[in-house]
């Protein structure tokens, strides 16, 4: 299990566990969840690089205690 935490930069700031074979797109339902916005308008970046949903965490070198960018479509 590792702990990612997703910043929208609005002022909510979410942590979600998961595991490291789990896709993008599961953190997405999984930050959804908590969030209470729908998993498919959440874009996940991380500088300048979009996360695809169909691509695993340990695929993008998503560790333990990494922050992601959390934006809406």
Do not use: F, P
């Not at 969030?35 to 695929?59: A, C, F, N, P, Q």
């Amino acid at each position: 299990m590792i702990e990612i935490t997703v910043n929208d930069r609005l002022g909510k700031k979410v942590r979600v566990k998961c595991n490291e074979d789990d896709t993008i797109g599961d953190l997405k339902k999984l930050i959804a969840a908590q969030t209470g916005t729908r998993w498919d308008k959440i874009v996940l970046k991380k500088w300048y690089t979009i996360y695809k949903d169909h691509i695993s965490l340990e695929d993008y070198e998503i560790h333990d205690g990494m922050n992601l960018e959390l934006y809406y479509q």
